[in-house]
């Protein structure tokens, strides 16, 4: 068997004859790895600590001290982003990137609150959901110009209006029978809606899945924690018979993930790319064709999942051991396109009739 191997992992046998394994880069402390190389809980925790143990990347020679190139690069160094969660910094890297590219040159403290508005305009007027995150990482940026850096006593980002992105479509009934008869079971398309509506799952967790996590009828998800302070959850999804038929029907390619590509490679974002192609070729709304909130997408299939469940007759905390939400509060979101005539007539039935 190949023998997985990775930077900065040692491992040795402790007293007790067991394997042990960890993170180590010089410069910085050393973390446990949990589980078998590879795994979803092994390959989490080494993602994390080797983005935490990342130093941040030089600033050029002929960066000007003060610019936003500077300030960005000093933030990079802050304690203020290494407390973000690996997926933040990855996203504020992305975001950062381009407006440094752009304006990295201007100097912090010359910047005006209209022109970090039309940098966000800008980049609203084709992607809004990019533009709320460049806000969130700009406002960031300015705090630490202004402490501890000292180049400026204001926010010019704090006043700018954030974009309504409304909320991802939920599936009916009607629109999930019409994808099920326009991809049979054996199809690589039937195999992904099936994972994604029968385990509740957020795209990037099934994509992850491996033949390794289904045990014993149920499904293992790891669910990966947003902030550091949280601790990271662990769920098991019962396996429901539609879903073990589509597992049974395949297509097997590959040896480890349970959806993949044509080459046995995970999907990772080619997940919401193949359901919105799967979709529009069953004739449902996607993409340009209609706006967020009417179009048939990869996560809709999780709303639709919890709405199911609630009509079923679950209650909120038997649907937050299937999504893994933290509050109850989000999951209601979720849920409230659930049948509430349906709902109200078996709460009243409930009541007992005392009268009479």
């Known amino acids: 068997m190949t023998k997985l191997r990775l930077p900065y992992v040692n491992e040795y046998r402790d007293r007790h004859g067991k394997m042990r394994r960890y993170f180590r880069r010089p410069g910085s402390r050393a973390v446990s790895l949990p589980g078998r190389p590879g795994s ?109 850096m000292k180049l400026r006593t204001d926010n010019p980002f704090a006043g700018v209006p954030r974009y309504k992105l409304g909320h991802y479509h939920n599936w009916t009934n009607a629109e999930i029978e019409t994808y099920e008869r326009r991809w049979p079971l054996g199809t690589r398309e039937r195999l992904a809606f099936a994972l994604l509506l029968y385990t509740g799952q957020r795209g990037g967790n ?4 491996t033949r390794d996590d289904v045990v014993n009828g149920r499904i293992r998800v790891a669910v990966i924690k947003r902030r550091k302070d949280e601790e990271e959850k662990e769920l098991w999804i019962p396996v429901h018979p ?26 990772k974002h080619g997940l919401t790319d193949l359901i919105e192609r799967a979709a529009k070729l069953a004739g449902l709304p996607t993409g340009s064709e209609a706006a967020k909130k009417d179009r048939c997408t990869a996560h809709g299939l999780r709303k639709a999942s919890l709405r199911r469940l609630a009509e079923a007759g679950c209650s909120t905390k038997q649907l937050q051991a299937i999504s893994g939400h933290r509050s109850l509060e989000v999951l209601e979101v979720y849920v409230q396109a659930a049948d509430q005539a349906g709902l109200a007539e078996s709460a009243i039935a409930k009541l007992p009739d005392r009268t009479g």
């Open 40 to 148: 979803i809980e092994f390959m989490t925790t080494y993602q994390a600590a080797l983005a935490a143990a990342a130093p941040p990347p030089p600033s050029p020679k002929h960066v000007i001290t003060g610019s936003l190139a500077d300030v960005v690069a000093r933030y990079y160094g802050s304690a203020s982003f290494a407390n973000l969660s690996p997926a933040t910094q990855r996203t504020y890297r992305i975001a950062l990137k381009a407006v440094v590219e752009a304006h990295g040159h201007r100097l912090v403290r010359d910047l005006p609150s209209d022109a970090a508005q039309r940098i966000i305009e800008k980049i609203g007027a084709s992607r809004p959901g990019m533009a709320n995150t460049t806000l969130a990482a700009l406002s960031k940026v300015m705090a630490y110009a202004i402490k501890p």
């Open 206 to 209: 099934v994509a992850k899945m």
């Open 242 to 267: 539609a879903l073990a038929r589509a597992l049974k029907a395949g297509p097997v390619v590959g040896m480890k993930h349970l959806i993949s590509d044509t080459r046995g490679q995970p999907l």
